[in-house]
């Protein structure tokens, strides 16, 4: 299962996603992590990806925040693109709502193997084998 985050800090969360991906997946999970908007130009191929983790506090040096990226992904119209938010704060689902988009599964920060299986329980991913 290929999954695409977009984390400018991503080496700082990675053991948490390896632990998930041993413990809960058999090392099935493919990460591609992006840490900036302008990193992944092309926006149509996130169709090649079963998961989207979306961290809604990219770096500065992003050209897209989390939540523009969120609404030019929205655009698309990808059947089935599951989406998973990352976050440090604690009340973004309320923003969420506010800006008009769906009830998304939210990882919080600080990570722990709980929270994202709970995200990955949401959309009733297992592992393939």
């Given at each position: 299962?290929?999954?695409?985050?977009?984390?400018?800090?991503?080496?700082?969360?990675?053991?948490?996603?390896?632990?998930?991906?041993?413990?809960?997946f058999n090392n099935e999970l493919v990460f591609?992590?992006?840490?900036?908007?302008?990193?992944?130009?092309?926006?149509?191929?996130?169709?090649?990806?079963?998961?989207?983790?979306?961290?809604?506090?990219?770096?500065?040096?992003?050209?897209?925040?989390?939540?523009?990226?969120?609404?030019?992904?929205?655009?698309?119209?990808?059947?089935?693109?599951?989406?998973?938010?990352?976050?440090?704060?604690?009340?973004?689902s309320d923003r969420l709502v506010e800006l008009?988009?769906?009830?998304?599964?939210?990882?919080?920060?600080?990570?722990?193997?709980?929270?994202?299986?709970?995200?990955?329980?949401?959309?009733?991913?297992?592992?393939?084998?």
């Amino acid at each position: 299962m290929k999954i695409l985050i977009f984390e400018n800090e991503f080496n700082a969360i990675r053991t948490s996603f390896d632990g998930f991906n041993l413990l809960y997946f058999n090392n099935e999970l493919v990460f591609k992590d992006v840490p900036s908007s302008q990193a992944f130009p092309d926006l149509t191929r996130i169709s090649e990806y079963n998961v989207v983790i979306i961290d809604i506090d990219l770096s500065i040096k992003s050209k897209l925040d989390g939540f523009q990226l969120l609404q030019e992904i929205s655009k698309l119209n990808i059947k089935n693109l599951k989406i998973i938010i990352l976050t440090g704060h604690i009340s973004i689902s309320d923003r969420l709502v506010e800006l008009g988009f769906p009830e998304l599964p939210i990882i919080n920060k600080p990570i722990n193997l709980t929270t994202i299986k709970k995200a990955f329980d949401y959309y009733g991913l297992k592992p393939q084998s």
